[in-house]
Nanobody
Framework: QVQLVESGGGLVQPGGSLRLSCAVS????????MGWYRQAPGKQRELVAR???????YYADSVKGRFTISRDNAKKTVYLQMNRLEPKDTAVYYC??????????WGQGTQVTVSS
């Protein structure tokens, strides 16, 4: 059974940075396009960034130029470096497959709060 474990969230001031990690167990990780998603209170979950098995990336307009997604296939981990954080980035962040309608079971996510 595939397990997704997100970590690295926290409370940060506007303009600060965080690095999120997502460890994937129980699956062949390297073949999948992986994505970071976020869900703010009262809003639908949205895709923030994705990375293909070959390393091609896509970013939502709202985070382009501030966030960087990367992956380490040997460690079966996907990362999200978040810089110049803004209050609107406050959400629970999740990772999962992207460009695939069949998702893994969602993990618990990691809370990111941007506030002064």
């Amino acid at each position: 059974q595939v397990q997704l474990v997100e970590s690295g969230g926290g409370l940060v001031q506007p303009g600060g940075s965080l690095r999120l990690s997502c460890a994937v167990s129980g699956s062949i990780f390297s073949i999948y396009t992986m994505g970071w998603y976020r869900q703010a209170p009262g809003k639908q979950r949205e895709l923030v960034a994705r990375i293909t098995s070959g390393g091609s990336t896509y970013y939502a307009d709202s985070v382009k130029g501030r966030f960087t997604i990367s992956r380490d296939n040997a460690k079966k981990t996907v990362y999200l470096q978040m810089n110049r954080l803004e209050p609107k980035d406050t959400a629970v962040y999740y990772c999962n497959k992207a460009l695939d309608p069949t998702k893994f079971q969602w993990g618990q996510g990691t809370q990111v709060t941007v506030s002064s």
